[in-house]
């Protein structure tokens, strides 16, 4: 059986589906993301898992329990790191993860193991007596990853772990993720808009859109399920009748999409559909602005399934994904 | 009741972490009782009074000496000389004084032949409590004056009323002492408790307690006992140097204490439960902070805490009847101005602890355990 497993599960608020008939299956030991912009329904899948709110429709075991007939069994098998910052400001990083081992009623000489363990684990033993408000965002995430952690769950989720920190704590909090679930052989379903996460984190990711679950694979072979193996994108100065046409005969080009002078060509061969583009752009007395050319990426194949790239849906917040702003009515 | 103790060290860990917030919450309590209970406290004195002697005869005279002896000795009022009555009335309606006494012409006629002389008090009765001080100073003034007539016969069969009191005098800021030590409870519920609740709420830090086992008994439990604790505190520390500021005689007698810690415990669990039901639905951290005034008020002033409530009209009556503070106000007096037993409180104590056990059965069920 499966650790986690939803089949058809669907969360409407009043006329708004924001979760959509989704099913996937997460095996003990995987980490699996939820990769997608705001307003996917990543937020909202994950607290119907952990038991936030029950689902409208379909159904999801987690451990082997019922999300909604079973909360409890749910609740004592997961360790969840929420969206927001849920640490108490004034206490210490040891207070703070003191109570939440009383409240899972971790007993009092395995409390003492595991405080130190985890401690070590996210690198802040000697910040232990420090209230968590003098500590920085990378160090906060890392306080509430120890105690989503203190009561040894064998499902871990974190929505969006990373958000709001800088490069340098993003890289922190996944080295350490690695360690804790190389150690314990931890279950973990992350939610993340950031698809260096999703890429380099993930066994598999899951591409989410307004709700629906658009892909579903390893990074790897999501990358590998689109055209082309490099992505160029070029600008010109203009483009004459028919350029699009010329552009898809060039050599190793998959496909060719874009408008206005700004095209993104998937190609199996980025350096020889280049110099082949250069040659062609020249003897066509049209200028090229600019090119890049890079590998596949996650947004790329966003690009593929959805139509509209990852990083411009992310300006585009929804008001439906902050914490406890959620409509209350199903 | 291993996790709603939980809740309970967090609580009271993050207290201890917030000195302000006690200072803050026994501030307003200890101003009130002290402002208040100075200011109307004390007789009035000093009001203005003026006098218009149409009379010119001894009798008139006679009334215008007591009225300079109650000026210089009591008090109450000073005495200013009119000649005009209009311009007395003129100064009156502009509050340059506070009343007229005008000894008509003809008094002193009517009194040597005893035809029912009569004197007027035209007051500002805009101020029923300057009206009433008033009244009463010159009432008797009337009495010492008719005691001083000659002639006048003592009738024995007249009926006196004579006054026992069986508790010393209690001073205003001592009558004001029980309504204060339950604002201090009240404060500390809702600053430190239905304020702090929501705020937690809206910044998603109850969502961490939503994902454990808890249960919503224990968490509701948690937040009751840790409110009720701090409230506990808030009220000892005002009940301690409030009795220090008022005056109450042998304040720190160990059984008196005992029995006055016991109401604040039940006066604690019934308001920190009350704002739970009032605070379990709620999201917005605006909406503790806008009813916070308004549910003082409602509960604060029909309690009796300032006034008699037989005073009240029939709807703020009924306010009064459900109200805890009033049970809580009325057994603090009983404590702490007649130094009674238990039995004088027990009603009141039945009343705080099944008001708690409603109100918290009443916020579990509407609690909601999911988003």
Redesign the interface.
């Known amino acids: 059986m499966s650790e986690i497993e939803t089949h058809q599960i669907t969360k409407r608020f009043r006329d708004f589906t924001a979760v959509n008939e989704i099913t996937f299956a997460v095996e003990r030991g995987e980490i699996f993301g939820l990769l997608g912009p705001n307003g996917a329904g990543k937020s909202t899948l994950i607290?119907m898992l952990?038991?936030?709110?029950?689902p409208t429709a379909g159904s999801a075991t987690v451990g082997g329990f019922d999300v909604v007939r079973q909360?409890?069994g749910v609740?004592?098998t997961?360790g969840?790191i929420?969206?927001?910052?849920?640490s108490?400001m004034?206490?210490s990083v040891e207070?703070n993860i003191l109570?939440?081992a009383?409240?899972?009623?971790v007993s009092r000489e395995r409390r003492k193991v595991l405080m130190k363990e985890l401690l070590e684990a996210v690198e802040l033993t000697q910040w232990a007596d420090k209230?968590v408000k003098f500590l920085s965002g990378g160090m906060r995430r890392r306080v509430e990853i120890a105690?989503g952690l203190i009561h040894e769950p064998s499902i871990f989720f974190l929505d969006e772990p990373t958000t709001g920190l800088d490069p340098v704590s993003r890289v922190a909090v996944w080295d350490m993720l690695r360690r804790v679930k190389a150690r314990s052989n931890l279950t973990v379903l992350l939610t993340t808009h950031y698809m260096d996460e999703a890429d380099k984190l993930c066994d598999r990711v899951a591409i989410m859109d307004h709700g629906n679950l658009v892909a579903l694979d390893s990074p790897l072979k999501l990358k590998a399920s689109i055209p082309g193996k490099n992505i160029l994108e070029v600008s010109f100065s203009h483009t004459p009748p028919g350029w699009v046409e010329r552009m898809n005969h060039l050599p190793s080009v998959e496909k060719v999409t874009g408008e206005d002078s700004i095209y993104r060509i998937a190609s199996a061969n980025g350096p020889a559909t280049t110099l082949a583009l250069m040659e062609m752009a020249a003897g066509a007395g049209i200028e090229v602005r600019s090119l890049s050319v890079q590998s596949t990426t996650l947004d790329d194949v966003f690009v593929h399934y959805t139509g509209r790239q990852l990083r411009d849906e992310l300006q585009e917040a929804s008001p439906l994904d902050t914490?406890?702003?959620?409509p209350?009515r199903r | 009741m291993?996790?709603t103790?939980?809740?309970v060290?967090?609580e009271l860990?993050?207290f201890r972490?917030?000195p302000l917030l006690i200072a803050v919450s026994m501030i307003f309590p200890i101003v009130q009782l002290v402002v208040l209970g100075y200011a109307f406290g004390g007789s009035l004195k000093n009001l203005k009074i003026g006098i218009v002697d149409q009379d010119h005869g001894l009798p008139g005279v006679k009334i215008r000496e007591l009225a300079g002896a109650i000026a210089a000795n009591a008090r109450t009022f000073q005495t200013i000389e009119y000649a005009d009555p209009g311009q007395a009335l003129a100064d009156l309606r502009n509050g340059r004084i506070n009343g007229v006494l005008n000894i008509p012409p003809g008094f002193s006629r009517r009194t040597l032949t005893q035809q029912s002389p009569r004197i007027a008090l035209i007051e500002d009765n805009a101020d029923n409590f300057v009206a009433g001080a008033l009244n009463s100073s010159l009432g008797g003034l009337v009495r010492a004056y008719n005691q001083q007539l000659v002639g006048v016969p003592r009738i024995d069969s007249q009926v006196t009323l004579d006054v026992v009191e069986i508790y010393p005098y209690v001073p205003y800021i001592q009558y004001l002492l029980p309504g204060s030590i339950v604002m201090s409870i009240f404060m500390m519920v809702m600053i430190g408790g239905g304020i702090i609740y929501i705020d937690d709420?809206?910044?998603?830090?109850?969502?961490?307690?939503?994902?454990?086992?808890?249960t919503k008994f224990e968490l509701i439990m948690g937040f009751n006992l840790s409110g009720a604790i701090k409230a506990v505190l808030a009220g000892s520390v005002l009940m301690t140097i409030g009795s220090l500021i008022a005056g109450i005689p042998d304040p720190f007698e160990p059984l008196r204490m005992m029995r006055v810690f016991v109401v604040i415990v039940a006066t604690s669990l019934a308001l920190v439960s009350m704002m739970f039901l009032f605070m379990v639905r709620v999201?917005d951290p605006l909406l503790p902070r806008a009813v916070f005034g308004v549910l003082n008020t409602l509960l604060f002033f029909p309690s009796g805490a300032v006034y008699p409530p037989q005073a009240f009209p029939g709807w703020m009556q009924v306010i009064a009847a459900i109200d805890p503070f009033t049970y809580a106000v009325h057994a603090f007096k009983n404590l702490l101005l007649k130094d009674t037993g238990i039995t004088a409180i027990a009603g009141d104590l039945g009343y705080l602890v099944a008001f708690s056990v409603v109100t918290m059965t009443a916020a579990t069920l509407l609690f909601?355990?999911?988003?």
């Open positions: 607290r952990t038991t936030l709110i029950p909360a409890d609740r004592r997961i969840v929420p969206q927001a910052t849920t108490d004034e206490l207070e109570i939440f009383k409240l899972y009623g209230p105690r914490g406890f702003m959620l209350q | 291993r996790r103790l939980a809740i060290e967090r860990r993050r972490r917030t709420k809206a910044r998603g830090l109850h969502e961490g307690y939503l994902v454990t086992p808890i999201s909601r355990r999911t988003l």
